[in-house]
């Protein structure tokens, strides 16, 4: 099998509840969905899930030519992602007095939503960094394609954040008015937030000592 199912079972929840978190990208697809109707809001989730798949594709090619060229630098890589994670948890736990508010976006058509859904996620540099750091958690040279495992990784985690997201832009209006006026909300996000990457960063350092 070539992503044993001990390893999805550790990814899936962990994704579902990154996924969950509100960002830049969810909150693009709120404002989007707020401004200019459901049928933009669903259109902006699905551009954002195919940067997405690009910032995958790319990342992806650059692990499997890095570890044909370089194999110790695989694991400089995950160290260099756990160390990231504890950052997140850490950045996530000192940000304080934060609303969820939706993002400023231009009124238009479903088509432009899903262009500027793209757009927004590609000139996002840190969702490669995420990407580069989160995914490679979970590959295991040994067990086949490096780049396979690295997009079906990347898939399950995009089908996530898509799901998400188009409940998100499909039901802005409710949903925009709910969290914004509560601070409780994105305060309790952010803390669960920084408890799954701070336990994940501690079991994945714990599994490469044994």
């Known amino acids: 099998m070539l992503i044993p199912l001990q390893t999805l079972l550790v990814f899936v929840p962990t994704a579902l509840a990154l996924n969950m978190t509100p960002g830049n990208d969810m909150l693009f697809c709120l404002g989007q969905g707020i401004k ?3 049928r933009a809001g669903l259109a902006a989730s699905f551009g954002i899930s195919t940067g997405a798949l690009v910032h995958t594709l790319l990342a992806g090619l650059g692990l499997a030519a890095l570890l044909a ?3 110790v630098a695989f694991q400089m890589l995950r160290w260099a992602g756990i160390s990231y994670l504890v950052w997140l ?3 996530a736990f000192r940000n304080r007095n934060q609303t969820l508010k939706a993002a400023e976006t231009r009124k238009g058509s479903a088509i432009r939503a899903w262009r500027d859904g793209i757009v ?3 000139l996002n540099p840190k969702i490669i960094v995420f990407v580069l750091a989160f995914l490679p958690q ?4 040994k067990r086949g394609s490096v780049l396979l495992q690295f ?3 990347g898939l399950i985690l995009n089908i996530g954040g898509t799901i998400i997201n188009c409940l998100v832009g499909g039901f802005a209006g409710k949903l925009g008015q709910f969290l914004a006026r509560s601070a409780r909300i994105a305060r309790a996000f952010q803390v669960f937030t920084g408890c799954v990457f701070l336990a994940l960063a501690a079991k994945l350092a714990f599994d490469q000592k044994a």
């Open 69 to 71: 060229s370089h194999p």
């Open 120 to 122: 927004v996620n590609l």
């Open 151 to 153: 997009l079906l990784l």
């Open 89 to 91: 948890a850490f950045q």
């Open 138 to 141: 979970f590959v295991d040279p």
């Open 36 to 38: 200019s109707g459901p």
